[in-house]
């Protein structure tokens, strides 16, 4: 099956299905996008996040970072909470110190 799907929609899709706790749907609609962007990455992310899925939301990160996608603010927020839901306070050490790399560590929800 050959989809192709506009991006704005895509990530718009992916986001309401995460909402509705349809994980499923919302990864089918993301394996369809012929480029992940770190817009569909950070709604994957944070749609997991909101699931209770704090494995899945860290396996992405891990993912999306060794593909080279990159990260932002958004992203590092978002898998702080999920390393913290986790108590996995290497891996939060390691996120804190990206943030601190790449200066966001004025932020006040980064450094809280």
């Known amino acids: 099956m050959d989809i192709k799907l506009d991006p704005f929609v895509s990530v718009g899709l992916i986001d309401m299905y995460c909402k509705c706790d349809l994980m499923k749907d919302a990864r089918t609609v993301y394996n369809f996008m012929p480029e992940k962007d770190l ?66 560590s004025i932020d006040i929800y980064i450094v809280k």
Request: hydrophobic share 45%; charged share 10%.
């Open 39 to 104: 817009i569909a990455l950070n709604a994957m992310i944070s749609g997991h996040l909101h699931n209770g899925d704090d494995v899945e939301a860290l396996s992405l990160f891990t993912e999306m970072y060794k593909d080279g996608i990159g990260f932002n603010q958004t992203t590092l927020l978002t898998i702080l909470n999920s390393t913290a839901g986790l108590q996995v306070v290497n891996v939060c050490g390691q996120v804190h110190a990206l943030s601190v790399k790449i200066g966001t």
